[in-house]
């Protein structure tokens, strides 16, 4: 089936750093991947969708300027927490979609998420 | 938006069956999908469903009645390993999840 891998799996940075996540699709090209995220306690919120070729769309809430999605080619799409703060601590994950439209294969996978703290 | 209700904790007996359910409302359905979570791991896919119906894998089965806005996970044979938070999700016509709260399942000896 199909593996979506990230790297890296934990940082630990401090207040007003830049942090850059990647997510790669490893047995398929992904045309659209997606990026959540998941407080303690708390289920998987999306953030947003991003699209190889074009701009990411932000879910509401998101502040897209603070949170940039590079999707440049059909297997990596990059998330970067830009001047990160204690509140952006998270369990952030991506997925893509391994399938065709009314296919009997049709599914979402998760990549293993990237641990952020941020001091 | 999705509007998706499953309890919050279950517990159960090593080697029983457990069910769990799941209520939705959605604006535009496109798939229903079950995934296990670890504690400080991602969601691992379970199950999807997108017509009525039983899907069977294994020792976990998923049911999915579009018309009700309502799907049940089946976990048969519990082992201990399947302690963990249980995620429905429901997917729209973008493809966007939205998950429930998760249901915390704990199989005792």
């Known amino acids: 089936g199909a593996v979506v891998s990230q790297h890296p799996s934990r940082v630990i940075c401090k207040s007003g750093t830049s942090v850059k996540i990647e997510c790669r699709s490893l047995?398929?090209?992904?045309?659209?991947m997606f990026w959540y995220r998941q407080f303690p306690k708390q289920s998987l919120m999306l953030m947003a969708t991003?699209?190889?070729?074009?701009?990411?769309?932000?879910e509401q809430g998101v502040e897209k300027d603070k949170f940039l999605i590079n999707h440049a080619s059909l297997t990596l799409s990059t998330l970067t927490v830009t001047s990160a703060h204690p509140e952006d601590s998270s369990f952030y994950i991506c997925s893509d979609r391994y399938g065709v439209t009314g296919g009997l294969i049709d599914t979402q996978y998760f990549g293993p998420g990237t641990r952020l703290t941020v001091l | 938006g999705q509007n998706i209700d499953q309890p919050t904790e279950m517990t159960a007996t090593e080697g029983a069956i457990v069910q769990i359910n799941c209520t939705y409302q959605?604006?535009?359905?496109?798939?229903l999908f079950w995934y296990q979570q670890h504690a400080g791991e991602a969601p691992t896919f379970l199950s999807y469903?997108?017509?009525?119906g039983l899907e069977e894998k294994g020792r976990f089965s998923s049911f999915l009645s579009r018309s009700k806005g309502y799907s049940y996970l089946l976990l048969k044979e519990l082992q201990m390993k399947d302690s963990a938070s249980y995620l429905c999700a429901v997917r729209d016509i973008d493809y966007k999840l939205s998950f429930g709260a998760g249901t915390t399942v704990t199989v005792r000896a």
């Open positions: 047995d398929f090209q992904a045309t659209t």
């Open positions: 959605t604006s535009g359905f496109n798939g």
């Open positions: 469903n997108v017509l009525d």
């Open positions: 991003s699209n190889e070729g074009s701009k990411a769309t932000y």
